[in-house]
């Protein structure tokens, strides 16, 4: 059986954890490691995009397992036998006095360490081979998102001309996990949901011709393409497909498209000189500043 234990270690959790805590540390993990967050230090953004790889390799070998088996993996320890654990001195005791005794027992002693000496390279040999199971679906992982990273020659504006992503294969939804993106879901939500992205961009995440927005950590809109299509969550009322608000929009939609109000009553929300006027918690209107606009449409 292959041994997790590197899969644990690289993720910070003990062998017993369970799959909420699991992916708790996870969503938490992959935040921290986000590349954006180093965009002003390239080597520190490069050692983030490093273990973001590896945390997500890590989270994906753990959760396939627990898909086919319906339980986190343990990790493997092989038990060696109660005679091997003894101490060297008392197990020349033992076998001094075997043999002023009886000369079967040393006989019987002595295959036993014929036996041991014999496991102990199975042992180093299945420790190799799940190290080299390790290494090879982190360098399949490390390849995957390069193949898809953008190109230094692309002008960072031209999100027309992304690359478009293989199809992403089918998620069995796990009881009480997030099973769609919503506008205010963090990047560990997306991640866990719709998978690595095939491009990022400041706040845009891109997902071959579909792309995700983010402000302050969180979704705020999408665009979805149908050759690549979103998993977004089925009892989303909105889809906040250009970031923009409309008359008819909630009070939710304007907070996540335009932010939090300056000042905010059951019928007028103040942002800064601009304002927008609600009812029955819908937009009726708005007055727009050109000191402070207003995300709506043009």
């Known amino acids: 059986m292959q041994d997790y234990s590197d899969c644990y270690a690289i993720l910070g959790l003990p062998q017993d954890t369970d799959w909420e805590t699991l992916r708790a540390q996870y969503r938490r993990l992959i935040g921290q490691w986000h590349p954006d967050r180093f965009s002003a230090d390239t080597a520190q953004q490069d050692l983030a995009e490093e273990r973001s790889k590896q945390i997500t390799a890590a989270y994906q070998a753990l959760e396939k ?18 005679d091997a654990q003894r101490p060297r ?13 009886d ?23 299945r420790v190799a081979i799940a190290l080299f199971a390790l290494i090879a679906g982190l360098y399949v992982a490390y390849r995957y998102v390069d193949a898809w990273a953008p190109n230094d020659d692309q002008p960072k504006d031209s999100a027309h001309d992304a690359p478009v992503a293989p199809p992403l294969p089918q998620r069995v939804a ?9 506008t205010g879901s963090t ?4 991640y866990a949901i719709q998978g690595i992205p095939s ?17 302050q ?16 969550a089925r009892n989303q009322s909105f889809q906040a497909h250009d970031g923009h608000f409309k008359v008819g929009s909630t009070k939710d939609e304007v907070r996540a498209v335009q932010g939090t109000p300056v000042t ?3 019928t007028v929300w103040d942002y800064g000189p601009s304002r927008v006027y609600f009812e029955h918690n819908r937009v009726i209107r708005w007055e727009e500043s050109p000191l402070q606009p207003l995300r709506v449409p043009r």
Not at 187 to 190: C, L, N, T
């Open 65 to 82: 397992y627990r898909r086919d088996h319906g339980a986190l993996p343990p990790m493997e320890f092989a038990a060696a036998p109660a």
């Open 89 to 101: 001195w008392e197990a020349g005791t033992v076998s001094g006095r075997a043999s002023s005794k």
């Open 103 to 125: 000369r079967s027992e040393t006989g019987a002693t002595a295959a036993t360490e014929r036996e041991l000496t014999k496991r102990r390279p199975r042992r180093r040999w």
């Open 174 to 182: 796990v009881p009480g996990e997030p099973t769609g993106i919503s």
């Open 187 to 190: 990047f560990g939500d997306v």
């Open 199 to 215: 491009l990022t961009q400041g706040d845009t995440w891109y997902y071959g011709r579909s792309q995700i927005r983010f402000a």
């Open 217 to 232: 950590g969180v979704v705020i809109s999408w665009d979805e393409n149908p050759d690549n299509p979103l998993r977004i």
């Open 264 to 266: 905010e009553s059951a």
